[in-house]
Each structure stands twice: as C-alpha cells, then as structure tokens.
C-alpha cells in the first residue's frame, strides 16, 4: 500500500494548479477593469453622439481595431500574391546560357 506522500506526488499537478492560479487572476482583474471603466461616456460621431458606458467604448474600439488589423492583413498577403504570380509568370525557369556551366 503506498504511503500518502507518495500518493500526493503521484497526483499532484503544479501546472494544473497554476493555470487555474492564473485563470481566477485573469478573471479578477477583467471584473476590476470593468468596474473601473463603468463611468458613461459619450461619443461623438460627427452627425450623432452617444452616451453609454465607458467599458462598451472600450471594447468596441479593441473589436473594431482587431476587425480591420484581420482585414488589412487579408489584403496586403493577397497583392504579395498576385504580385509573386505576375513574376512568376514573367520569368523564365531555365538557366540562361551566359551563366550555365555546362554540367547537367
């Protein structure tokens, strides 16, 4: 029969423990950021202007901004592609005959 130290070693998992430690931190300072931030604010949209809370600025500025750094990325790796495929396409693939050595 083992002993209950020996038991305990066996069982016991520092990682788990820690990610949970660092889940119940995370979750501590979210709720504190969002009674920081609970003043209402108001937004000015040129032609229109809003009164809400503070936190729902927040939040949609981080959506908004996440959405178009997704899109703009989308957009500058397709003009990488279509411009490597008009060079690609200009390009030959043999060796020219000035630099071929002549081993093939």
């Keep these: 029969m083992e002993s209950r130290e020996h038991e305990f070693e066996r ?4 990682r788990l423990w820690f990610s949970i430690g660092l889940l119940i931190l995370l979750a501590a300072y ?7 931030n609970s003043d209402e604010a108001s937004v000015n949209f ?13 939040l949609l500025s981080v959506l ?3 959405i178009a750094g997704v899109l ?4 500058h790796r397709r003009r990488q592609a279509f411009r490597g495929a008009s ?3 200009d390009a ?10 002549g081993v093939s």
């Design 64 to 66: 908004v901004g996440l």
């Design 72 to 75: 703009l990325s989308q957009l």
């Design 87 to 89: 060079y690609k396409s």
């Design 30 to 36: 979210l709720i504190a950021f969002v009674v920081g």
């Design 46 to 58: 040129i032609f229109a202007e809003a009164t809400t809370s503070l936190i729902w600025v927040i």
């Design 11 to 14: 069982t016991w998992q520092p």
């Design 92 to 101: 030959s693939s043999e060796t020219p005959a000035s630099i071929d050595d």
